[in-house]
């Protein structure tokens, strides 16, 4: 009985193993396959151009025989590949004058070593369809392994449906596989590949980069083995702000079985690496995943042969021109690849007016090479550098992808002697922002960002210098840390206002689900001056936070309710805010519609209040691609002087939003100059005006005009008209690079690089004699964002360029009559007509040193014009220009 049993469970899995069948493809022994091959690869723009893509097809035979497998395992294969007749031409047709490789032929282009490896026969070990090793010689180039390893990843293949993780020549990757009578579709998940190759990437959404990328392999199998496959595999690269500005690449390949012949014999051995031995004892298992190619540049020139060619292009005369940005994209390339000796060198020579834009660009980008040359070359101890030293600080808060060194070194410098009180304010609010960024890609507990989210958080509560505090507010105002939450809760309800002001303009800053009761309880306090009387533009701050924050019914209610109880202008103010809510369809603007059905909130005696406070967001710009939009919001005091201009650039792109650009201008203690009375709360004022910026999402170090009023009165008889400038320099704002492997073992680098070049001044006159004060917000500008994508094989190179380039101006002038009131207030915002070009390059080159390049451009000029405001302001603008008649 027991036999029987023993008889019928061995029966059973017989039956059972020949249902399942082979795993892979089976070769036959004494049984040569001959097959063609090409693989071709196309660059081209995303929508496709007339002239058809740049790019080249590479063709051969390929022989394919078994040379071993184990006896106790059909499916575990050793395979050997020659590829013979190698071929290369454009991937299409194109005249003689156009095509790179006319006259050429394959050992031209190759070179006799290349191509001599390139025909040398190499090794697969394939077991149940998987590869488990690749052969080949350490000796021979990397480009050559990696097409070799390109044709032996097409014998990889699985004959039942299912989702497995393998390795072959693009990486260790999830794939697909659906089988089917004779049929198999291989599609690989290329987002979950990992390779050794690294890259970068600008973490804002609506500067990045996006990428789409597919990967589909259709197998034909006949008698056990691969009869043919073709794959194609695609991949598209767009600037979310510009996607016009786009790219991709296209790689095919074909394996077609020609004919089988009579092959050699199947070798006798053990196992795999003695059989491998045999053959032949140089062959090593070199790794299936594509390695490494280092490309090298011949007759380059050296960075500061380069720098010499781009010098004139960044003296500050050249910076509102689109040629200042193109030319400090293609020195941060150059300093990429140079040593630290080498930057020194462009540093040391650089002129004192260029000097600055070397900075910027050598601080951009971002190696350890170019870090180590900024500090050594840059003497935090002396004062004088200071303009050089903020450069260089303001080009760490905009980099692109900061690592933890770099936040060490500025910490570094915090904690030594630094000259300049300026320049040390600067580093602990730069500081900030790099802990935001790292925290973004994850890196929130690494030593030094731990060791810097301490100091900071600490930091407010360790001093009683007012400058010090205001210090460490911005910093975590930069850091945007949960954890800074109640800080800023703590100090919206200072006396000091300076404090309160960044605390609340911080909050704002936060995800509304991070506002919680308490925060919530506190800016209200703080509207409604339960505990406290406090400044007038602290109190519109509190408004602020309360309306972008998902008001309740109740606080719209009271907040509606305040209006007519507060000074004159605030009431305004108010009135401005709550029509610009409804006007612009913000978050809030649900819930303001359905507390003002209560007429005991909404009524005439309450909407009917006079001034010239305001706020007014509108549209500047409209596309497919990105909505960009302005706010404008100014209070003024009971005496007709500025109190707090506001302006706002956001830029929103499929859901994410960028904070492009905060202006605010803050003023008070001025109403000595025209013998009024202070608003309530106000009466002991120090006199102040001052300037601070946003940028990019980073806040950046205040500006002030004058404090005191021994200061005032010095730069009241001294002022010129002119504006102080706030922010210069260059910004590398798109920064993304990547090295692509394809399947057919071609490497593809792409390089997306955005930079501007900025002026942004601001400045304020008054005069009392015509008792007439102006203030200006002048913003100057030019844009260049280049997307690189190139197939470079050290024998033959070709790629394409797509950039975009810009330059504009935009003005905004507050012009305020105070003698009568209600005061006459004029706001202008201008921009100016400004071009926009497009530009698309294609290259192609062989490493004889023979190239062609075809560039197409398109232009066009946006007219200028005046941003529209609320009918008011144009009223009022008329009165002021025909009384200035």
């Known amino acids: 009985m027991l036999t029987l049993v023993v008889f019928l469970l061995c029966a059973a899995s017989s039956v059972s193993a020949s249902a399942k069948g082979a795993a892979g493809p089976r070769l036959n022994n004494n049984q040569l396959h001959k097959f063609s091959y090409t693989t071709e690869v196309l660059v081209d723009r995303s929508r496709g151009s007339k002239e058809g893509s740049a790019g080249y097809r590479i063709s051969s035979d390929v022989d394919v025989n078994l040379v071993w497998r184990d006896p106790s395992s059909k499916d575990d294969q050793l395979i050997q590949l020659a590829i013979s007749n190698v071929r290369i031409e454009p991937a299409s047709s194109r005249p003689e004058k156009k095509n790179v490789l006319h006259g050429s032929t394959t050992e031209s282009i190759l070179g006799k070593t290349k191509l001599a490896a390139l025909t040398k026969p190499f090794l697969l070990h394939l077991k149940n369809g998987k590869a488990k090793a690749f052969y080949s010689y350490w000796a021979e180039p990397a480009t050559i392994k990696n097409l070799k390893r390109g044709v032996a990843s097409l014998l990889q293949v699985q004959l039942n449906t299912g989702k497995v993780i393998e390795n072959d020549v693009s990486g260790r990757c999830t794939v697909v596989y659906k089988a089917e009578k004779g049929h198999v579709t291989r599609t690989k998940l290329l987002e979950t590949c990992k390779t050794a190759d690294t890259g970068f990437t600008t973490h804002s959404q609506v500067l990045g980069v996006s990428k789409k990328s597919s990967s589909v392999t259709t197998f034909k199998l006949e008698d056990g083995f691969i009869h043919s496959a073709m794959a194609e595999e695609m991949h598209s690269l767009a600037i979310h702000a510009r996607r016009s500005a786009a790219a991709k690449v296209v790689s095919r390949q074909t394996l077609t079985l020609v004919r089988k012949e009579a092959g050699p014999l199947e070798a006798a051995g053990k196992d795999v690496s003695g059989v491998v031995k045999s053959i032949d004892a140089k062959l090593a298992a070199v790794g299936i995943i594509a390695e490494k190619v280092k490309t090298q540049c011949k007759g380059c020139p050296s960075l500061f042969e380069h720098w010499q060619t781009q010098q004139k292009q960044l003296e500050p005369a050249s910076l509102s021109k689109a040629t200042a940005p193109r030319s400090f994209l293609a020195l941060i390339q150059s300093i990429r690849k140079a040593s630290k000796d080498e930057i020194l060198k462009v540093l040391k020579s650089a002129s004192k007016t260029s000097l600055p834009q070397v900075v910027d660009a050598v601080t951009s980008a971002q190696t350890t090479a170019s870090l180590d040359a900024m500090l050594q070359f840059l003497n935090f101890t002396d004062a004088k550098g200071l303009v050089l030293q903020e450069r260089f600080l303001y080009a760490c808060g905009f980099a692109s992808h900061p690592d933890e060194k770099m936040l060490k070194a500025l910490l570094d410098i915090s904690k030594g002697k630094i000259g300049s009180a300026d320049i040390k304010e600067s580093v602990v609010i730069i500081m900030g922002a790099l802990v935001h960024k790292l925290c973004q890609k994850g890196g929130c507990n690494l030593p030094t960002v731990v060791q810097v989210k301490k100091l900071i958080l600490d930091g407010p509560d360790s001093t009683q210098v007012e400058s010090e505090v205001q210090m460490y507010l911005l910093a975590l105002k930069n850091s945007l840390l949960p954890e800074a939450i109640p800080i800023f809760t703590k100090y919206a309800e200072s006396e000091v206002g300076a ?336 071009p926009v070009s497009e530009y698309l390059t294609r290259y192609e080159s062989v490493s004889s040193g023979k190239s062609i390049m075809s560039r197409k451009s398109k232009k066009q000029l946006v007219p200028g014009s005046e941003f529209p405001l609320h009918q008011e302001n144009s009223n009022m603008c008329k009165k002021v220009f025909d009384s200035s008649w």
């Open 499 to 834: 404090y309160s002001t960044i605390a609340l303009t911080a909050l704002q800053r936060y995800d509304v689900n991070l506002m919680t009761d308490e925060v919530k309880r506190t800016v209200n306090r703080v509207y409604h001056q339960n505990r406290r009387i406090y400044e007038k533009n602290v109190r519109a701050a509190a408004a602020d936070v309360i309306l972008s924050s998902n008001p309740s019914y109740t606080e719209v209610k009271n907040l509606l309710l305040s209006v007519g109880n507060l000074p004159h202008e605030m009431n305004k103010y108010m009135l401005s805010k709550i029509q610009d809510i409804l006007h612009f369809q913000m978050p809030a603007s649900k819930v303001l519609r359905h507390a003002m059905k209560d007429m005991v909130s909404h009524n005439y005696d309450r909407f009917s209040k006079v001034g010239s406070s305001s706020a007014y967001s509108g549209f500047m710009a409209q596309s497919a691609d990105v909505t960009s939009t302005y706010s404008l919001d100014i209070l003024y005091s009971g005496s007709g002087i500025l109190r707090r201009s506001n302006m706002n650039i956001y830029g929103a792109s499929k859901g994410a939003m960028l904070h492009g650009l905060q202006v605010a201008i803050e003023a008070q203690g001025l109403e000595s100059l025209i013998a009024a009375t202070p608003d309530e709360g106000e009466e002991d004022l120090e006199s102040f005006a001052g300037m601070s910026a946003l940028l990019f999402d980073v806040q950046l170090r205040p500006v002030t005009f004058f404090k005191g009023y021994s200061d005032l009165m010095s730069k009241m008889f001294s002022m010129t008209g002119e504006p102080m400038n706030v922010v210069k320099g260059l910004i590398l704002l798109t920064d993304h690079s990547e090295v692509i492997t394809l399947q057919s073992g071609l490497k593809v680098s792409a390089e997306f690089q955005g930079g501007l070049a900025i002026d942004i001044s601001g400045g304020m006159e008054i005069s009392l004699w015509y008792r007439e004060s102006k203030t200006s917000v002048n913003n100057r500008g030019a844009l260049v964002v280049t997307g690189n994508v190139t197939v470079d094989m050290d024998f033959m190179r070709t790629g394409v360029e797509v950039s975009f380039e810009t330059e504009a101006s935009l003005d905004f002038i507050t012009t305020v009559q105070f003698s009568e009131y209600p005061f006459l207030v004029c706001m202008q915002m201008d921009k100016s007509t400004f």
